[in-house]
């Protein structure tokens, strides 16, 4: 009989365990960069299921880049098979708004109870606002940092009280650098997404990209910037190696210094040799340094194309969960983003940043916050890829002429905004 019983038990549970299985809500998710943020969902996820066990998170293939993630969204949304929440760069949230993607937060937001006590507010909150309605909730946000291997650096006389405040004097490094033997001193990720580094560049002498539909770069801050970039290029022999292979390089311990957005932190000390590591404060163009920086980052959007309320419920119960308290601490703790909500700040700032120094150099640089601009219409990913393509250029050296290169990028990216 007892054998009866426990057999019988067994049935049931099996039973009962594969009907919870079946009544379990899927909610797709789409997210970039996997060498960042898989690390992140990792710390997140087993949270997440011990306070939403009827909900299971299926992950979609990471995105490329933002550009990437972008594009993806687009061509699902003519497909029907958009995933229900997505992760999308702070300056590509707009295209998704305008073109319907992306569903109003405010529905959801009304029906909580106490929303601002989960850390949400209206600075935070604007990053993702259009037309008066809430379609994102950022998830984290990063500035560019400089990046020193203290080991290859002292090869040249340089402490942390004496690394470079301009990039003049970074140029200055990269000749003592290779004079002391260093073959690669310095990368500068001018192909990070969405011309992030020349927006840098551009708020750095406080100047906007783009005002309205008009692209500034024929401005005399423009014409600095793409000089900037040249002397920066030819005055460090800088090799034009693809992002990830300069993330690998530096973590490997071959480079002195690079200069790339803060994100990269938590990547870097889980790869890196037998190193000492040090960020610093973004160069500037003149000693009194940088007069703004672009935020970058992304931010979560709801694009379920369900109409099942419980689907949506799930849904936005994943993108409140990610972007709330924890969860978002766990950005903090995983990359070298920051979290933009003020519960997880509270939640790790006591003694994180103490204890983890090379992630504070992006919050002391909070004031210098600026917009991370997109082109704005149809054809803004075309501006950003022709953009992309000057900025090689002078890598390469196929650009030598700045005030040349300055006249045909912006014809050519003007065209593309009119």
């Known amino acids: 009989m007892q054998r009866t019983l426990t057999a019988m038990a067994l049935v049931l549970a099996a039973t009962a365990t594969t009907a919870t299985a079946e009544d379990k809500i899927v909610v797709e998710f789409g997210y970039p960069y ?27 293939a990471t995105y490329e880049s933002y550009e990437d993630g972008t594009n993806t969204i687009l061509r699902e949304a003519v497909a029907g098979t958009l995933p229900d929440v997505t992760m999308q760069g702070l300056n590509r949230q707009a295209i998704l708004v305008e073109k319907g993607i992306a569903k109003s937060l405010e529905p959801f937001i009304a029906a909580e109870t106490d929303f601002a006590k989960e850390g949400y507010h209206k600075a935070m909150l604007d990053l993702g606002t259009f037309n008066d309605q809430v379609y994102g909730l950022p998830f984290s946000i990063s500035l560019p940092v400089g990046y020193y291997n203290m080991e290859v650096m002292a090869k040249a ?62 401005t005399p801050e423009g014409l600095k910037t793409l000089e900037t970039m040249q002397s920066i290029f030819t005055g460090c022999e800088m090799q034009n190696l693809e992002w990830k292979a300069a993330l690998a390089s530096f973590s490997a311990g071959d480079l002195g210094m690079m200069y790339w957005s803060t994100s990269a932190v938590g990547a870097v000390e889980r790869a890196m ?35 099942d309320p419980e689907q949506l419920a799930a849904a936005w119960a994943w993108l409140k969960f990610i972007t709330s308290g924890e969860g978002a601490a766990d950005v903090a703790r995983t990359t070298g983003y920051m979290p933009p909500n003020q519960a997880a700040n509270e939640i790790i700032l006591a003694d994180f940043y103490a204890e983890n120094p090379a992630k504070a150099t992006a919050v002391r ?28 250029g002078i890598v390469t050296g196929e650009f030598a002429d700045m005030s040349k290169l300055q006249e045909e990028l912006t014809e050519e990216v003007q065209d593309l905004l009119d």
């Open 365 to 392: 640089q909070l004031p210098l916050l600026r917009e991370w601009q997109a082109y704005p219409g149809d054809n803004g990913l075309a501006a950003t890829q022709v953009i992309y393509d000057g900025l090689e």
């Open 157 to 218: 006389g340089y402490t942390e009280a004496n690394l470079p405040k301009t990039w003049e004097d970074v140029v200055q490094a990269c000749v003592k650098l290779r004079e002391a033997g260093v073959d690669n001193p310095m990368f500068w990720g001018w192909n990070i997404t969405g011309n992030w580094f020349l927006q840098a560049l551009m708020w750095s002498q406080d100047k906007p990209t783009v005002l309205g539909a008009d692209f500034q770069l024929d």
């Open 34 to 60: 996997s060498h960042l943020f898989d690390v992140t969902y990792e710390a997140i996820l087993p949270k997440f299921y011990e306070a939403h066990p009827n909900i299971e998170i299926k992950m979609r």
């Open 273 to 307: 040799g037998d190193f000492t590591l040090v960020t610093a404060e973004y160069p500037g163009i003149e000693a009194s340094g940088p007069l703004g920086l672009p935020a970058g980052g992304n931010s979560a959007l709801l694009t379920s194309q369900s109409d």
